[in-house]
């Protein structure tokens, strides 16, 4: 089965700051990518999704991530940190062959510090 | 265009009490999920449907807990007895159906049971 690992469960940045939040998944076979955030009292809304097309794939709020394969990684990164970043961020996958479930890390808090 | 939409937002109740959570999935998704997230487990997938089917149970914690999806507008959580074990916010999310297609996510039932 397909997991994936964040390293770092928390994770601080001043504002204006570079924002990096690493995932890594373990299937030999690339997966579907995803990148969710969480605000608080709400549900998960999708940031961006790597579907085996372009390596560098941009979402919203100015976020992107890129997929390398040797590296089985999949990290968000954002040039400059906004407070309203401040939020959980989740990464997913999602075979490509069989059920079409999704396999969440454990999420990273992002504080932005003023 | 609407989104996924649970009822309640909030509930309370004593322990003993049956509880039903409420979903509708966004118009014409073929997949629909429940979700568990608490701060100690973080987000658990429950159970999943594909046209109305229920294809994966095994995360549903026990017998107290049951899913139905009637129709492909409408789906519940059902909890009887309910326990104060079972205090979490419950999210319902639905998806096309297709590998590599997202999940959308409603905004959650927070559950507390006293």
């Known amino acids: 089965a397909q997991s994936v690992t964040q390293l770092g469960s928390h994770v601080s940045v001043s504002e204006g700051a570079l924002v990096l939040l690493r995932c890594n998944y373990s299937?030999?076979?690339?997966?579907?990518l995803f990148w969710y955030v969480q605000y608080p009292n709400q549900g998960l809304q999708l940031l961006l999704k790597?579907?085996?097309?372009?390596?560098l794939v941009k979402g919203i709020n100015g976020f992107e991530a890129e997929f390398k394969k040797s590296e089985t990684s999949f990290h968000l990164t954002k040039p400059s940190a906004h407070m309203s970043d401040a939020a959980e961020y989740f990464c997913a996958v999602s075979e490509k062959t069989g059920a079409n479930n999704l396999f969440f890390g454990t999420g990273t808090r992002l504080t932005v510090i003023p | 265009d609407a989104g996924v939409i649970q009822s309640p937002r909030h509930e309370v109740t004593e322990m003993g009490q049956e509880v039903t959570l409420r979903c509708k999935p966004i118009s014409g998704h073929n997949s629909l999920f429940w979700y568990r997230q608490t701060m100690m487990r973080g987000l658990e997938l429950l159970i999943y449907?594909?046209?109305?089917?229920?294809?994966?149970d095994s995360g549903m914690p026990e017998d107290r807990f049951s899913a139905k999806m009637p129709n492909a507008s409408f789906s519940t959580l059902k909890i009887q007895p309910s326990e104060p074990r079972d205090s979490a916010v419950y999210f319902c999310a639905s998806s096309g159906g297709y590998l590599g297609q997202p999940q959308h996510f409603g905004d959650g039932t927070r559950l507390s049971i006293l």
């Open positions: 299937s030999s076979v690339p997966p579907y």
């Open positions: 790597y579907t085996s097309a372009a390596t």
């Open positions: 449907f594909n046209n109305n089917v229920p294809i994966d």
